[in-house]
C-alpha cells in the first residue's frame, strides 16, 4: 500500500472559462475567447465555443456535490476577470460578486480546501483591444483586479494563484497563433511574457499586504527538457529550452531574479522588454509562497538540424528541436508521450534547485478523444486513466519519501470541460459530461478517486 503524508490533499482542477458558460442576462463581458470564436468559429473544434462549456454557473451546487461524490478534499478554480469585471479596469459585476461568493462558500461548507486562481488564459476583450498584456496598463488593471478579488473573497481562499501556466499564451498568442491574437511577433511575446511576471509579482505583493495569513502562489507547466543523448549540443539544447519553457517564469517567481543566460539570449536577440528599475525591486522582493506544477508530458529535445535563418522571426526553438524518442509510451487517444519519471525529477529539481518550495501537483490527467466507445452498462470504463494516475502517483511518493515538500494532486479536471481550440475533443473527466442534455455520469476513475482520497493511497 502507498501511503501519503497526513495532510496531504485531493482533488481536481479547473478554470472558469472552461466550465461556467454564459446567460445573456449574467452581466459578463467578453473576453478574447467570446470575441475570437465569434470572429472564427471554424477554429474551435466541432465548432464548440466558451458559450457553452459545462454550464457551472447555473448548476454549480450539483457539480459541488460530485466534489464529495468523488472523494475531494482540495478544489480550484479560477475567477473569470471578465465576470468580474466586464470591461477589466471599470465598474464591478454585483452578481459576478455573488456568483462567486456562493460557489466558494460551496466549497468550504463541504469541507474543502479552496485553491483560486486570477488568470486561465481569459483577458477580457476590451483590455486586448487596447493593446493586451503588451501594454504595461494591463498590468496596472490586473493589480487592481486581484486587489478587488483579495478584499471581496479573501476570507474564503485557502490558497490563491496569480497565473495559471503563463508561457502559455506567450508562446500560443505571439508565436503559434493558437491564442488571440494569434500573432507572429517575438518582440510583443517577451515583452509579453515580461508584463505577466511583473503582474504575478505585484498580486503577491497585494495579496501580502492584503490578507497577511494567505498563501499565494503561480502555476507552471514545469514540464523537465530531456536531451536526446549526453552530447554537448543535445544537453545545451535541453537547457536552452528550460531556460524558455520553465525558468522564464519559474526563476522570478521562486528566486526573485531571471537567469543571466536568459536575459543574455534575449538581449543577443535585439528583445530586451521595456521595463522600469523600480520592477525588478517589486519582483525581487515579492516571491511566490508555493508553486503549482502542471504535468502531463516530457519535453524532449534534440540539437537543432538546421542552422537558423538569420531573416526568419526569432522563435526559441531555433536553439532546439523536437524530439521523439523511439519506443517512447504513449497515450494514444491524446498523442501524448506518457512518462511518469517527469514528477520524481520535477520534484528533485524543486528539492536541489528552488530550496525545496511547497508546491501541489496541480493538474495531471489523461485526454481522451472519443471516449464514449468505452461506456459499458452506461459507465465509461476508464481503467487507463486509473492506471495513468497510478502511475504518475507512484513517483511521486517516491519522491516525497525522499523529502519533495508536495501538498496535494489535483487531476486535470472532475467534469469533461471546454478547452480552447480543442474544445470538448479531449475529454479529461471523472465526471462524464453528455453535451446533448448536460447530464452528469460519474466515471469508473471518479469512484476509484474517492477510494484513493479515503484511503489517502491506494
Ligand atoms: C492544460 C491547461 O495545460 O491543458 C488546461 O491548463 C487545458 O486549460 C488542459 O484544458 C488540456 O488541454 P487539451 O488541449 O488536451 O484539451
Known sequence: MIRFPDDFVWGSSTSGPQSEGRLPDDGKGDNTWDYWFRQAPEKFHNQVGPEVTSTFYEHYETDLDYLLET?????????????????????????????????????????????????????????????????????????????????????????????????VPVECGYFYQLHYPATVDPKAGIQVAYHTQLASSLAVKACHELIPDSKIGIVLNLTPAYPRSQHPADVKAARIAELFQAKSFLDPSVKGAYPQELIDLIRMHDLTPAYQAEDLEVIRENCVDYLGVNYYQPLRVAAPRYAANPEAPFFPSVYFDHYEMPGRKMNPHRGWEIYERGVYDIAQNLKKNYGNIEWLLTENGMGVEGEEKFRKNGQIQDDYRIEFIKGHLLELHRAIQEGANCKGYLVWTFIDCWSWLNSYKNRYGLVELDLTDQSRRIKKSGLWFKQLSQNNGF
Open 71 to 167: 472523494g475531494h478534499t482540495a478544489f480550484r478554480t479560477s475567477i473569470q476577470w471578465s465576470r468580474l469585471i466586464p470591461d477589466g479596469d471599470g465598474e464591478v459585476n454585483p452578481k459576478a460578486v455573488d456568483f462567486y461568493r456562493k460557489v466558494f462558500e460551496g466549497v468550504k461548507a463541504r469541507g474543502i480546501e479552496l485553491l483560486v486562481n486570477l488568470y486561465h488564459f481569459d483577458l477580457p476583450m476590451a483590455l486586448e483591444l487596447k493593446g493586451g498584456w503588451v501594454e504595461r496598463s494591463t498590468v496596472l488593471a490586473y493589480e487592481r483586479y486581484a486587489r478587488l478579488c483579495f478584499e471581496m473573497f479573501g476570507d474564503l481562499v485557502d490558497r490563491w494563484i496569480t497565473f495559471n501556466e503563463p508561457i
